[in-house]
């Protein structure tokens, strides 16, 4: 069993036992077939909390910061495509993948937030777009709350210098 003609690492004794074994397994596991296709990156991650490690939230907003960070994380796994709008694929693995970028948004936001972007049959740059919208929107108007219009207090100036 630790000898193996394919493998001769397999005579180290550097590598644990159980290493060794693990090795075993996954090389007698492999697939020969040439026709067979890889695993997307994107599907090793087990946790995309690990990776983005903030919930949005619009209590708490952090937008740029998740978006940031979500962007990073889908353009390292090859994934970016299904949130800026660049793909144009619609093949069955595409939308594998679409479903699994979607689950990662989901697990990132808040239950509010979810409730309010969710929508049944979306995909992941439909749900993207609206959580930007909503954040821009929000955006939008506490500046405007914060900062009243320039009109408005150029004629309250007026006013107060002809008194």
């Avoid at 087990?46 to 889908?74: G, P, V």
Wanted: charged share 15%; net charge positive; aromatic share 12%.
């Amino acid at each position: 069993f630790l000898s193996s003609p394919t493998l001769p690492y397999y005579n180290s004794p550097l590598l644990p036992f159980f290493f060794i074994r693990s090795l075993h397994l996954s090389s007698s596991t492999m697939s020969s077939d040439p026709t067979s296709t890889p695993l997307h990156p994107a599907y090793s991650i087990s946790n995309i909390k690990t990776h983005i490690a903030i919930i949005l939230d619009l209590k708490n907003s952090k937008y740029s910061t998740w978006r940031e960070l979500f962007a990073i994380t889908a353009g390292c796994y090859s994934v970016l495509d299904h949130i800026d709008g660049t793909s144009g694929d619609n093949n069955q693995a595409w939308q594998r993948l679409d479903y699994l970028v979607l689950s990662w948004i989901y697990a990132t936001i808040s239950s509010d937030l979810f409730l309010m972007v969710m929508k049944p049959k979306s995909m992941s740059r439909q749900i993207w777009v609206s959580i930007e919208n909503l954040f821009n929107d929000n955006k939008q108007a506490r500046a405007v709350h914060n900062n009243p219009p320039r009109q408005k207090k150029a004629k309250k100036e007026t006013h107060a210098t002809q008194m």
